[in-house]
């Protein structure tokens, strides 16, 4: 018998989006029969029957609207009608189909891939969507071990780990010196001559190192502590054996706070630029002397995967599923702290030996996470078990 799996996820321009279509591709290619139950616009951004899902539009948005609760319940339970296991991706999607299922006996998953970070009534609010997604779910999966706890905490009957990979990038397109005199580093953006030692791949001595953040410009990833710290290592440069002046930044993404980000820059006369939304991260990684993230919290960023995976050395915040994922691969400093963050890039910009090692070590962690593979094979597994097991009548 084919299994009809459900996929249910609330507004996403992002990672949820990308990893919610993967494993719908995924799943269609092992024999399954899909549908993505998400809002219009989701659906267009993502293009879920692409990869040969049914999709339905359901009006799960971002907004905490409980008057409007019942009428998307209705449509979504209309558009999960006959699905052998339902699952809801995020807190919001969870609640509602946990709401949609309450008369049915169809088995559930919920997999939650971000903590709660609000203050105030927002928060309480959260949270109470939080509990109510967790405790209808038959499985709550966690994209970090910390989630899986707070799970665990509020009664989840069945919580698990469920990693969530990084899709793998497509090779550069573009040479690496190109990439590095677009962004304004290198010897061909004005920086002199002279030759380095082998160990970052040939670079010269004169070029400047080239930090890079990736993520969207929104309060989670704390870019405010990264800028302050821009301008800590900006402030404190001095030369050390060579001409190599203060790292330069470039922060690859879109969103809300765009506008105050930029006034924070130019308030601080920073060497840093916003790049806006881009779909060439293998080029900006290929052009990167390191990759920093500033983030309050994370599950299992993107970003550094893909930083690993490409050699990048990384400076990350030790927050969320970060120690677990890169262990002693990356350098870890606290949140909301850019002297910490700062001290941790000059460490690096100063040493290329321990970029190369970091580099190296990011490879070989790297090779050690599950892949797209493994997870779908996990996944499939618990499809298969939940449908078979024996349902109230």
């Known amino acids: 018998m084919t299994l009809h799996i459900a996929l249910v996820l609330g507004a996403s321009t992002g990672g949820i989006g990308v990893y919610v279509r993967d494993l719908a591709a995924g799943l269609v290619e092992r024999g399954f029969r899909v549908s993505v139950a ?4 989701t659906g267009e951004r993502f293009g879920f029957t692409r990869v040969g899902a049914e999709f339905r539009p359901v009006p799960i948005t971002g ?27 995020g807190v919001r999607a969870g609640a509602l189909a946990g709401m949609a299922l309450a008369r049915r006996d169809t088995p559930s998953v919920v997999t939650l891939h971000n903590a709660i970070l609000a203050s105030g009534v927002r928060s309480r609010l959260l949270t109470g969507l ?5 405790l209808r779910a038959d ?21 698990r780990y469920c990693p969530v990979p990084a899709p793998p990038l497509p090779p550069p397109t573009k040479d690496r010196a190109q990439v590095r005199a677009e962004l304004g580093v290198g010897a061909d953006a004005g920086d002199g001559g002279g030759e380095r030692g082998g160990e970052s791949g040939g670079e010269r001595a004169d070029e400047r190192i080239l ?3 990736v993520g969207r410009l929104a309060p989670q990833k704390d870019y405010a502590t990264l800028l302050r710290a821009a301008q800590l290592w900006q402030n404190d440069s001095h030369p050390t054996g060579s001409p190599t002046s203060a790292p330069r930044l470039v922060i690859a993404g879109g969103g809300p706070l765009r506008e105050a980000l930029q006034a924070q820059i130019d308030a601080l006369r920073l060497d840093a630029t916003l790049l806006g939304h881009r779909t060439d991260i293998a080029d900006l990684l290929a052009a990167a002397d390191l990759l920093a993230m500033s983030s309050t919290w994370e599950a299992r960023s993107l970003a550094v995967q893909e930083a690993m995976r490409a050699g990048v050395p990384v400076v990350a915040t030790a927050v969320g599923g970060t120690p677990e994922l890169a262990r002693d691969a990356a350098i870890l400093v606290p949140p909301g702290d850019p002297h910490a963050l700062a001290a941790a890039v000059t460490r690096l910009v100063q040493n290329p030996g321990e970029r190369a090692r970091l580099a190296a070590m990011g ?11 493994q997870c779908l094979t996990q996944l499939s597994e618990l499809y298969s078990t939940l449908a078979a097991m024996p349902r109230k009548t």
């Open 139 to 159: 499985v709550v999966l966690g994209a970090s071990a910390d989630l899986v706890e707070r799970a665990r905490a509020l009664g989840a009957r069945d919580a």
């Open 211 to 213: 930090v890079l953040a």
């Open 130 to 134: 939080e509990k109510l997604a967790v």
């Open 38 to 41: 998400a809002p219009a616009e």
């Open 63 to 89: 907004a905490v609207n409980p008057a409007r609760g019942a009428t998307i319940v209705r449509a979504l339970r209309s558009a999960v009608d006959g699905a052998d296991v339902v699952h809801a991706h």
């Open 363 to 373: 490879r070989e962690r790297a090779g050690e996470w599950p892949d797209a593979e």
